[in-house]
């Protein structure tokens, strides 16, 4: 019996371990995009960061921003407008530098799209993210896409050393339009978390479990 509840014990205490996440505060401060607070009525790069939704980096589409398309004046996303041919970034800064821990090495940058049409499928299709510690390259995500259906969502993730030092991420949207009407990006929310990296979680929680039950023999 007593074996039973320590087992019961340890199982929880790896529940526990295993929803740890550290959500780590960041605002949008620049864009190339010289129509971003214009078009469709559109938020501009300020509405990346404000939704007040209960963002959990572990179940990221239990909960999702405000999506809707911002026509009648709704400013609710960052709609992108650029010249036909060129990307579309903007950057990312973090409130204060963020060192990576080795409990939750792994930093997740998670992107939410707008509720739009069938006919704009070949849009918000070619996104990467890099992050910099200051002018330092960390690491890039490579191409990926925001899907058409809810909950039109998307992860970049990166798997860093402890101790490594994040000041910045920059985001960039492709021109793959093809539409030869100029590159519309739109992008609704961005979020940044570190979070355990499930295998060590595992290994980590095992471990305890076996030293407890070694010491009860």
Do not use: C
């Not at 009407?181 to 479990?209: H, I, K, Q, R």
């Amino acid at each position: 019996m007593k074996t039973t509840i320590l087992l019961i014990t340890a199982l929880s205490a790896l529940t526990g371990l295993s929803q740890a996440a550290t959500i780590i505060a960041v605002s949008a401060t620049s864009s190339n995009d010289a129509n971003n607070g214009t078009s469709f009525g559109a938020g501009g790069i300020t509405a990346l960061t404000n939704d007040p939704f209960a963002y959990n980096p572990l179940d990221p589409t239990s909960t999702s921003p405000d999506r809707a398309t911002p026509t009648g004046g709704i400013a609710t996303v960052f709609h992108g407008n650029h010249t036909n041919g060129q990307d579309i970034t903007i950057e990312f800064t973090l409130a204060s530098t963020y060192s990576v821990t080795a409990l939750e090495p792994t930093i997740v940058v998670d992107l939410w799209g707008r509720n739009h049409s069938a006919s704009d499928l070949d849009r918000d299709n070619d996104i990467t993210v890099e992050l910099f510690n200051g002018l330092t390259s960390l690491g890039i995500f490579p191409s990926f896409a925001l899907p058409s259906a809810a909950p039109q969502y998307g992860r970049a993730t990166f798997n860093l050393a402890p101790g490594t030092e994040i000041t910045r991420f920059v985001i960039t949207g492709g021109d793959t339009d093809g539409q030869g009407a100029g590159n519309y990006f739109t992008l609704a929310e961005v979020e940044m978390a570190a979070v355990p990296e499930p295998s060590s979680t595992a290994l980590l929680g095992l471990g305890g479990l076996a030293l407890i039950l070694r010491r009860r023999k």
